[in-house]
Protein backbone atom coordinates (compact mmCIF):
# COMPACT_ATOMS: atom_id res chain seq x y z
CA UNK A 1 0.00 0.00 0.00
CA UNK A 2 1.42 3.24 -1.15
CA UNK A 3 1.20 6.57 0.89
CA UNK A 4 -1.59 7.72 -1.01
CA UNK A 5 -3.43 4.39 -0.15
CA UNK A 6 -2.63 5.57 3.27
CA UNK A 7 -3.94 8.19 3.63
CA UNK A 8 -7.41 7.41 1.93
CA UNK A 9 -7.89 4.46 4.45
CA UNK A 10 -6.67 6.32 7.40
CA UNK A 11 -9.15 9.53 6.27
CA UNK A 12 -12.18 6.91 6.14
CA UNK A 13 -11.52 5.28 9.43
CA UNK A 14 -11.16 8.50 11.29
CA UNK A 15 -14.03 10.13 9.15
CA UNK A 16 -16.13 7.07 10.41
CA UNK A 17 -14.96 7.79 14.27
CA UNK A 18 -15.74 11.16 13.76
CA UNK A 19 -18.87 10.88 12.68
CA UNK A 20 -20.06 8.17 15.43
CA UNK A 21 -18.84 9.84 18.19
CA UNK A 22 -19.95 13.27 17.03
CA UNK A 23 -23.73 11.76 17.07
CA UNK A 24 -23.15 10.05 20.42
CA UNK A 25 -21.42 13.51 22.22
CA UNK A 26 -24.42 15.36 20.67
CA UNK A 27 -27.20 12.94 22.46
CA UNK A 28 -25.13 13.00 25.50
CA UNK A 29 -25.37 16.35 25.74
CA UNK A 30 -28.87 17.31 24.54
CA UNK A 31 -30.13 14.41 27.13
CA UNK A 32 -28.53 15.58 30.09
CA UNK A 33 -29.37 19.29 29.50
CA UNK A 34 -32.69 18.02 30.83
CA UNK A 35 -30.94 16.39 34.38
CA UNK A 36 -28.12 18.98 34.76
CA UNK A 37 -28.21 22.83 35.56
CA UNK A 38 -26.45 25.36 33.84
CA UNK A 39 -23.85 25.32 37.12
CA UNK A 40 -23.22 21.96 36.77
CA UNK A 41 -22.05 22.20 32.99
CA UNK A 42 -20.17 25.13 34.75
CA UNK A 43 -18.18 23.34 36.62
CA UNK A 44 -17.66 20.43 34.39
CA UNK A 45 -16.06 23.34 32.31
CA UNK A 46 -13.60 24.69 34.75
CA UNK A 47 -13.07 20.69 35.87
CA UNK A 48 -12.01 20.39 31.66
CA UNK A 49 -9.84 22.92 31.58
CA UNK A 50 -7.92 21.76 34.59
CA UNK A 51 -7.63 18.52 33.87
CA UNK A 52 -6.82 19.40 29.73
CA UNK A 53 -4.25 21.89 30.83
CA UNK A 54 -2.52 19.48 33.24
CA UNK A 55 -2.29 16.75 30.74
CA UNK A 56 -0.01 18.89 28.20
CA UNK A 57 2.61 18.04 31.18
CA UNK A 58 2.47 14.07 30.67
CA UNK A 59 4.66 13.51 27.69
CA UNK A 60 6.41 17.12 27.98
CA UNK A 61 6.03 17.14 24.20
CA UNK A 62 7.45 13.85 23.45
CA UNK A 63 4.63 12.28 21.37
CA UNK A 64 5.07 14.59 18.28
CA UNK A 65 8.66 14.22 18.33
CA UNK A 66 8.44 10.73 18.17
CA UNK A 67 6.05 10.84 14.84
CA UNK A 68 8.16 13.72 13.64
CA UNK A 69 11.60 11.88 13.60
CA UNK A 70 12.15 9.04 11.92
CA UNK A 71 14.40 7.01 13.95
CA UNK A 72 13.52 6.27 17.28
CA UNK A 73 15.32 4.01 18.99
CA UNK A 74 13.45 0.68 21.23
CA UNK A 75 16.11 2.50 24.39
CA UNK A 76 14.17 5.82 23.43
CA UNK A 77 10.92 4.62 23.60
CA UNK A 78 10.95 2.67 26.97
CA UNK A 79 12.20 5.68 28.48
CA UNK A 80 9.61 7.86 27.36
CA UNK A 81 6.83 5.21 28.32
CA UNK A 82 8.25 5.28 31.74
CA UNK A 83 9.20 8.67 31.83
CA UNK A 84 5.09 9.11 30.83
CA UNK A 85 3.83 7.06 33.74
CA UNK A 86 6.22 9.03 36.64
CA UNK A 87 4.62 12.55 35.60
CA UNK A 88 1.43 10.72 35.66
CA UNK A 89 1.88 10.35 39.08
CA UNK A 90 3.57 13.54 40.04
CA UNK A 91 0.48 15.42 38.02
CA UNK A 92 -2.23 13.90 40.18
CA UNK A 93 -0.68 14.62 43.52
CA UNK A 94 -0.19 18.00 42.16
CA UNK A 95 -4.16 18.54 41.09
CA UNK A 96 -5.04 16.52 44.09
CA UNK A 97 -3.42 18.92 46.23
CA UNK A 98 -4.49 21.97 44.66
CA UNK A 99 -7.96 21.73 44.32
CA UNK A 100 -9.08 23.54 47.24
CA UNK A 101 -6.76 26.05 46.43
CA UNK A 102 -8.52 25.83 42.77
CA UNK A 103 -12.33 26.14 44.93
CA UNK A 104 -11.01 29.28 46.66
CA UNK A 105 -10.29 30.89 43.52
CA UNK A 106 -13.11 30.49 41.88
CA UNK A 107 -15.30 30.42 45.42
CA UNK A 108 -16.79 27.70 44.91
CA UNK A 109 -15.90 24.49 47.35
CA UNK A 110 -17.91 21.63 45.96
CA UNK A 111 -15.18 22.21 42.60
CA UNK A 112 -12.63 20.81 45.17
CA UNK A 113 -13.98 16.98 45.35
CA UNK A 114 -14.97 16.93 42.13
CA UNK A 115 -11.03 18.38 41.06
CA UNK A 116 -9.87 14.99 43.26
CA UNK A 117 -11.84 12.27 41.38
CA UNK A 118 -11.61 13.66 37.60
CA UNK A 119 -7.19 14.05 38.75
CA UNK A 120 -7.60 10.18 38.77
CA UNK A 121 -7.41 10.44 34.87
CA UNK A 122 -4.04 10.84 35.17
CA UNK A 123 -2.81 7.61 36.52
CA UNK A 124 -4.88 6.01 33.79
CA UNK A 125 -3.77 7.84 30.77
CA UNK A 126 0.10 7.61 31.02
CA UNK A 127 -0.17 3.67 30.65
CA UNK A 128 -1.94 4.03 26.88
CA UNK A 129 -0.37 7.40 25.60
CA UNK A 130 2.86 6.59 24.13
CA UNK A 131 1.18 3.49 22.34
CA UNK A 132 -1.19 5.33 20.64
CA UNK A 133 1.38 7.73 19.40
CA UNK A 134 3.12 4.85 18.18
CA UNK A 135 0.06 3.74 16.53
CA UNK A 136 -0.98 7.02 14.55
CA UNK A 137 3.22 7.16 13.55
CA UNK A 138 2.38 3.59 11.64
CA UNK A 139 -0.74 4.67 10.28
CA UNK A 140 -2.89 2.13 11.94
CA UNK A 141 -6.18 4.31 12.76
CA UNK A 142 -8.63 1.76 12.36
CA UNK A 143 -7.72 0.36 15.69
CA UNK A 144 -7.81 3.78 17.10
CA UNK A 145 -10.99 4.51 15.38
CA UNK A 146 -12.78 1.50 16.81
CA UNK A 147 -11.33 2.09 19.97
CA UNK A 148 -12.56 5.68 20.26
CA UNK A 149 -16.20 4.61 19.22
CA UNK A 150 -16.34 1.69 21.69
CA UNK A 151 -14.82 4.32 24.61
CA UNK A 152 -17.31 7.04 23.53
CA UNK A 153 -20.35 4.66 23.48
CA UNK A 154 -19.32 3.47 27.34
CA UNK A 155 -19.38 6.87 28.30
CA UNK A 156 -22.67 8.10 27.16
CA UNK A 157 -23.74 5.12 28.78
CA UNK A 158 -22.43 5.76 32.00
CA UNK A 159 -23.28 9.40 32.00
CA UNK A 160 -26.80 8.47 31.30
CA UNK A 161 -27.23 5.76 34.04
CA UNK A 162 -25.29 8.06 36.53
CA UNK A 163 -27.77 10.93 35.77
CA UNK A 164 -30.64 9.26 35.89
CA UNK A 165 -29.67 8.23 39.61
CA UNK A 166 -29.35 11.51 40.31
CA UNK A 167 -25.33 11.87 40.75
CA UNK A 168 -25.47 15.26 38.78
CA UNK A 169 -21.77 16.58 37.66
CA UNK A 170 -20.28 13.51 38.66
CA UNK A 171 -22.06 11.52 35.98
CA UNK A 172 -19.69 13.79 33.71
CA UNK A 173 -16.66 13.38 35.48
CA UNK A 174 -17.22 9.45 36.02
CA UNK A 175 -17.86 8.81 32.33
CA UNK A 176 -14.44 10.77 31.54
CA UNK A 177 -12.60 8.48 33.32
CA UNK A 178 -14.34 5.48 32.50
CA UNK A 179 -14.17 6.92 28.64
CA UNK A 180 -10.05 7.13 29.20
CA UNK A 181 -9.80 3.97 31.02
CA UNK A 182 -11.67 1.99 27.69
CA UNK A 183 -8.81 4.37 25.15
CA UNK A 184 -5.98 3.49 27.79
CA UNK A 185 -6.68 -0.67 27.53
CA UNK A 186 -7.67 -0.76 23.71
CA UNK A 187 -4.16 1.30 22.52
CA UNK A 188 -1.95 -0.99 25.07
CA UNK A 189 -3.71 -4.38 23.87
CA UNK A 190 -2.99 -3.48 20.04
CA UNK A 191 0.20 -1.16 21.02
CA UNK A 192 2.36 -4.04 22.68
CA UNK A 193 1.96 -6.04 19.09
CA UNK A 194 4.89 -2.96 18.33
CA UNK A 195 6.63 -2.07 21.41
CA UNK A 196 7.27 -3.64 24.62
CA UNK A 197 8.87 -1.50 27.51
CA UNK A 198 12.36 -2.85 28.91
CA UNK A 199 15.13 -1.79 30.56
CA UNK A 200 17.56 -0.12 31.19
CA UNK A 201 17.19 3.72 29.97
CA UNK A 202 18.59 7.09 30.68
CA UNK A 203 17.66 10.25 30.21
CA UNK A 204 20.41 10.79 28.15
CA UNK A 205 18.85 8.67 25.27
CA UNK A 206 16.06 11.57 25.36
CA UNK A 207 18.16 14.48 24.36
CA UNK A 208 17.65 15.01 21.37
CA UNK A 209 13.78 14.84 22.07
CA UNK A 210 14.15 17.96 24.40
CA UNK A 211 14.49 20.81 22.49
CA UNK A 212 11.38 20.04 20.36
CA UNK A 213 9.90 18.54 22.90
CA UNK A 214 9.81 21.73 25.30
CA UNK A 215 8.72 24.42 23.05
CA UNK A 216 6.01 21.48 21.68
CA UNK A 217 4.95 21.46 25.72
CA UNK A 218 5.19 25.59 25.87
CA UNK A 219 3.14 25.93 23.03
CA UNK A 220 0.11 23.46 23.90
CA UNK A 221 0.29 25.23 27.21
CA UNK A 222 0.08 28.85 26.08
CA UNK A 223 -2.14 28.15 23.38
CA UNK A 224 -4.66 25.74 25.60
CA UNK A 225 -4.73 28.47 28.69
CA UNK A 226 -5.26 31.17 25.73
CA UNK A 227 -8.12 29.41 24.51
CA UNK A 228 -9.73 29.34 27.80
CA UNK A 229 -8.51 32.53 29.37
CA UNK A 230 -12.03 34.06 28.39
CA UNK A 231 -13.89 31.33 30.04
CA UNK A 232 -11.38 31.80 33.17
CA UNK A 233 -12.36 35.47 33.48
CA UNK A 234 -16.31 34.49 32.79
CA UNK A 235 -15.95 32.21 36.20
CA UNK A 236 -14.11 34.74 38.06
CA UNK A 237 -16.09 37.43 37.70
CA UNK A 238 -19.60 36.45 36.44
CA UNK A 239 -19.95 33.10 38.14
CA UNK A 240 -20.39 29.50 37.07
CA UNK A 241 -23.74 30.31 35.80
CA UNK A 242 -22.13 32.41 33.36
CA UNK A 243 -19.75 30.43 32.76
CA UNK A 244 -21.77 27.29 31.95
CA UNK A 245 -24.42 29.41 28.98
CA UNK A 246 -21.27 30.60 27.77
CA UNK A 247 -19.32 27.59 27.37
CA UNK A 248 -22.43 25.26 26.29
CA UNK A 249 -22.29 28.22 23.19
CA UNK A 250 -18.79 27.66 22.55
CA UNK A 251 -18.91 23.86 22.84
CA UNK A 252 -21.52 24.15 19.85
CA UNK A 253 -19.37 26.38 17.71
CA UNK A 254 -16.18 24.45 18.42
CA UNK A 255 -17.74 21.12 18.05
CA UNK A 256 -17.40 20.89 14.45
CA UNK A 257 -13.78 22.11 14.82
CA UNK A 258 -12.58 19.40 17.01
CA UNK A 259 -14.43 17.06 15.06
CA UNK A 260 -14.01 17.82 11.65
CA UNK A 261 -10.37 19.49 11.62
CA UNK A 262 -9.03 15.78 13.14
CA UNK A 263 -10.33 13.55 10.73
CA UNK A 264 -7.63 15.06 8.43
CA UNK A 265 -4.86 16.19 10.24
CA UNK A 266 -4.43 13.27 12.67
CA UNK A 267 -4.37 11.60 9.33
CA UNK A 268 -1.93 14.76 8.09
CA UNK A 269 1.04 15.11 10.61
CA UNK A 270 2.49 12.00 10.24
CA UNK A 271 2.22 11.81 6.14
CA UNK A 272 3.64 15.51 6.55
CA UNK A 273 6.60 14.22 8.47
CA UNK A 274 7.26 11.63 5.99
CA UNK A 275 7.50 14.28 2.96
CA UNK A 276 8.64 17.10 5.08
CA UNK A 277 11.57 17.85 2.65
CA UNK A 278 9.89 17.45 -0.40
CA UNK A 279 8.08 21.07 -0.63
CA UNK A 280 5.90 20.26 -3.70
CA UNK A 281 4.13 16.99 -2.30
CA UNK A 282 3.92 19.15 1.03
CA UNK A 283 2.29 21.99 -1.27
CA UNK A 284 -0.02 19.98 -3.14
CA UNK A 285 -1.16 17.34 0.17
CA UNK A 286 -1.76 20.66 2.63
CA UNK A 287 -3.45 22.19 -0.23
CA UNK A 288 -5.97 19.40 -0.84
CA UNK A 289 -6.19 19.09 3.25
CA UNK A 290 -7.64 22.74 4.01
CA UNK A 291 -9.59 22.86 1.06
CA UNK A 292 -11.76 20.22 1.85
CA UNK A 293 -11.32 21.19 5.37
CA UNK A 294 -13.11 24.88 4.08
CA UNK A 295 -15.47 23.08 2.04
CA UNK A 296 -17.04 21.22 4.99
CA UNK A 297 -17.09 24.03 7.48
CA UNK A 298 -17.99 27.06 6.12
CA UNK A 299 -21.42 25.80 5.58
CA UNK A 300 -21.46 24.27 8.96
CA UNK A 301 -20.59 27.74 10.28
CA UNK A 302 -23.06 29.62 8.26
CA UNK A 303 -25.52 27.05 9.62
CA UNK A 304 -24.70 27.16 12.92
CA UNK A 305 -25.52 30.98 12.65
CA UNK A 306 -28.91 30.81 11.16
CA UNK A 307 -30.19 28.41 13.47
CA UNK A 308 -29.09 29.35 16.69
CA UNK A 309 -32.25 29.36 18.22
CA UNK A 310 -33.54 26.31 17.25
CA UNK A 311 -30.87 24.10 18.04
CA UNK A 312 -30.89 25.48 21.53
CA UNK A 313 -34.57 25.26 21.77
CA UNK A 314 -34.07 21.62 20.81
CA UNK A 315 -31.01 20.40 22.20
CA UNK A 316 -30.85 22.05 25.48
CA UNK A 317 -34.38 22.92 26.21
CA UNK A 318 -35.67 25.40 28.34
CA UNK A 319 -33.26 27.86 30.13
CA UNK A 320 -30.59 27.71 27.82
CA UNK A 321 -32.02 30.69 25.40
CA UNK A 322 -29.43 33.13 26.37
CA UNK A 323 -27.08 30.89 24.48
CA UNK A 324 -28.25 31.82 21.04
CA UNK A 325 -26.89 34.96 20.74
CA UNK A 326 -23.23 34.16 21.87
CA UNK A 327 -23.57 30.82 19.20
CA UNK A 328 -24.08 33.84 16.64
CA UNK A 329 -21.46 35.97 17.61
CA UNK A 330 -19.00 33.06 18.22
CA UNK A 331 -19.87 31.88 14.33
CA UNK A 332 -17.39 34.28 12.97
CA UNK A 333 -14.46 32.50 15.69
CA UNK A 334 -15.66 28.96 14.69
CA UNK A 335 -14.96 29.80 11.04
CA UNK A 336 -11.47 31.61 11.10
CA UNK A 337 -10.26 28.79 13.91
CA UNK A 338 -11.10 26.30 11.53
CA UNK A 339 -9.24 27.83 9.01
CA UNK A 340 -6.16 28.53 10.84
CA UNK A 341 -5.57 25.47 13.22
CA UNK A 342 -4.54 22.85 10.17
CA UNK A 343 -1.30 24.85 9.96
CA UNK A 344 0.04 23.28 12.70
CA UNK A 345 0.44 20.23 10.90
CA UNK A 346 3.44 21.47 8.55
CA UNK A 347 4.42 23.44 11.15
CA UNK A 348 5.21 20.88 13.24
CA UNK A 349 6.49 18.70 9.97
CA UNK A 350 9.39 20.78 9.41
CA UNK A 351 10.52 20.74 13.06
CA UNK A 352 9.93 24.59 14.31
CA UNK A 353 7.80 23.71 17.65
CA UNK A 354 8.92 27.22 18.72
CA UNK A 355 7.10 29.16 16.36
CA UNK A 356 3.75 28.28 17.68
CA UNK A 357 5.23 28.52 20.91
CA UNK A 358 6.33 32.35 20.67
CA UNK A 359 2.84 33.35 18.89
CA UNK A 360 0.58 31.66 21.62
CA UNK A 361 2.69 34.00 23.90
CA UNK A 362 1.05 36.75 21.94
CA UNK A 363 -2.26 35.12 22.03
CA UNK A 364 -2.21 34.72 25.36
CA UNK A 365 -1.93 38.31 25.76
CA UNK A 366 -4.13 39.57 23.17
CA UNK A 367 -7.01 37.58 24.14
CA UNK A 368 -6.82 38.11 28.11
CA UNK A 369 -6.52 41.68 27.69
CA UNK A 370 -9.67 41.91 25.27
CA UNK A 371 -11.42 39.26 27.89
CA UNK A 372 -11.10 41.46 31.33
CA UNK A 373 -12.50 44.82 30.06
CA UNK A 374 -15.29 42.64 28.05
CA UNK A 375 -16.13 40.19 31.42
CA UNK A 376 -16.05 43.19 34.14
CA UNK A 377 -18.63 45.07 31.90
CA UNK A 378 -21.00 41.89 32.72
CA UNK A 379 -21.75 40.98 29.03
CA UNK A 380 -20.95 37.74 27.78
CA UNK A 381 -21.84 38.89 24.44
CA UNK A 382 -18.75 41.26 24.94
CA UNK A 383 -16.63 38.63 25.50
CA UNK A 384 -17.83 37.09 22.45
CA UNK A 385 -17.24 39.64 20.41
CA UNK A 386 -13.58 39.70 21.70
CA UNK A 387 -12.73 36.89 21.38
CA UNK A 388 -13.62 36.87 17.57
CA UNK A 389 -11.67 40.23 16.74
CA UNK A 390 -8.58 38.33 18.66
CA UNK A 391 -9.27 35.26 16.76
CA UNK A 392 -8.82 37.21 13.32
CA UNK A 393 -5.81 39.10 14.36
CA UNK A 394 -3.87 36.40 15.18
CA UNK A 395 -5.19 34.67 12.49
CA UNK A 396 -3.63 36.76 10.22
CA UNK A 397 -0.17 36.69 11.91
CA UNK A 398 -0.42 32.67 12.12
CA UNK A 399 -0.65 32.03 8.46
CA UNK A 400 2.06 34.82 7.65
CA UNK A 401 4.27 31.76 9.58
CA UNK A 402 2.47 29.01 7.67
CA UNK A 403 3.87 30.65 4.43
CA UNK A 404 7.19 31.14 5.99
CA UNK A 405 8.36 28.83 7.85
CA UNK A 406 6.56 25.92 6.32
CA UNK A 407 6.94 27.28 3.08
CA UNK A 408 3.57 26.84 1.87
CA UNK A 409 2.28 28.69 -1.33
CA UNK A 410 -1.51 30.00 -0.72
CA UNK A 411 -1.82 31.33 -4.31
CA UNK A 412 -2.48 27.60 -5.53
CA UNK A 413 -5.84 27.12 -3.46
CA UNK A 414 -6.85 30.26 -2.25
CA UNK A 415 -8.84 30.74 -5.32
CA UNK A 416 -10.80 27.58 -4.33
CA UNK A 417 -11.45 28.68 -0.79
CA UNK A 418 -12.61 31.57 -1.88
CA UNK A 419 -15.33 30.10 -4.17
CA UNK A 420 -16.33 27.88 -1.51
CA UNK A 421 -17.19 31.17 0.56
CA UNK A 422 -19.27 32.62 -2.27
CA UNK A 423 -21.13 29.15 -2.40
CA UNK A 424 -21.61 29.65 1.27
CA UNK A 425 -22.55 32.91 0.91
CA UNK A 426 -24.88 32.12 -1.96
CA UNK A 427 -26.70 29.32 0.46
CA UNK A 428 -26.93 31.11 3.28
CA UNK A 429 -29.16 34.15 1.48
CA UNK A 430 -31.52 31.14 0.19
CA UNK A 431 -31.94 29.71 3.88
CA UNK A 432 -32.32 33.06 5.98
CA UNK A 433 -34.68 33.97 2.69
CA UNK A 434 -36.74 31.09 3.04
CA UNK A 435 -36.21 30.52 6.51
CA UNK A 436 -38.54 33.53 7.14
CA UNK A 437 -41.56 33.07 4.60
CA UNK A 438 -43.47 30.58 6.84
CA UNK A 439 -44.02 30.27 10.73
CA UNK A 440 -42.81 26.80 11.90
CA UNK A 441 -42.15 25.01 14.70
CA UNK A 442 -38.76 24.45 16.32
CA UNK A 443 -37.97 20.63 14.39
CA UNK A 444 -39.75 22.03 11.36
CA UNK A 445 -37.74 25.07 11.47
CA UNK A 446 -34.53 23.76 11.57
CA UNK A 447 -35.59 20.63 9.38
CA UNK A 448 -36.49 22.80 6.59
CA UNK A 449 -32.90 25.40 7.51
CA UNK A 450 -30.83 21.94 6.94
CA UNK A 451 -33.15 20.47 4.09
CA UNK A 452 -32.60 23.56 2.05
CA UNK A 453 -29.41 24.45 3.19
CA UNK A 454 -28.01 20.76 1.58
CA UNK A 455 -29.91 20.97 -1.40
CA UNK A 456 -28.65 24.77 -2.11
CA UNK A 457 -25.12 24.06 -1.19
CA UNK A 458 -25.41 20.52 -2.71
CA UNK A 459 -26.41 22.28 -6.12
CA UNK A 460 -23.74 25.08 -6.25
CA UNK A 461 -20.99 22.38 -5.20
CA UNK A 462 -22.71 20.44 -8.33
CA UNK A 463 -22.46 23.43 -11.39
CA UNK A 464 -19.04 25.28 -9.71
CA UNK A 465 -17.10 22.30 -8.15
CA UNK A 466 -17.98 19.68 -9.37
CA UNK A 467 -14.75 18.04 -8.41
CA UNK A 468 -15.67 18.76 -4.68
CA UNK A 469 -19.22 17.37 -5.27
CA UNK A 470 -18.00 14.20 -6.23
CA UNK A 471 -15.47 14.01 -4.20
CA UNK A 472 -17.55 14.29 -1.15
CA UNK A 473 -20.30 12.11 -3.20
CA UNK A 474 -17.79 9.40 -3.01
CA UNK A 475 -16.82 9.72 0.60
CA UNK A 476 -20.43 9.73 1.71
CA UNK A 477 -19.24 13.25 3.55
Avoid at 2 to 27: E, I, K
Avoid at 52 to 75: E, P, W, Y
Avoid at 182 to 210: A, E, K, Q
Avoid at 417 to 436: C, D, P, Q, R, W
Wanted: proline share 3%.
Amino acid sequence: MNLDQDAVSSFNWVGLSTVVNAFVQLAQVALLARFLTSTEFGMMALIQIVVTFSTFFLDMGFSNAVIQKQDVTHRQLTGLYWLNIAVGIITFLAIYSLSPFIANVFDSQSISSLIKVAAASFLIVPFGQLYRVILQKELKFRMLAVTDMIATGAALLCSLALALQGYGVYSLVLAMLLNNAVITIGCMLVGVRHFVPSGPFSLDDLRSFYGFGLFQTGEKVINYFGAQVDKLIIGRYLGMDALGLYNMAWNIIIFPILRINPVFTQVAFPIFSKIQNMPEQLNRYYGKMLSMIMLINFPLMAGLFLSADEIVRLFYGPGWERTAPIIRILAAAGLLKSFANPGWTVILAKGRADVGFYLNIVWVFLIGAISYPAARSGSLNAVAYGQTAATLLIGLAWHSLVIKYGEISYRSFLPSILKTALMTAGMSFVVYLLGHLVELSTIQSLVTKIMIGLLTYGSLLFYFDRESFDLIRRRGY
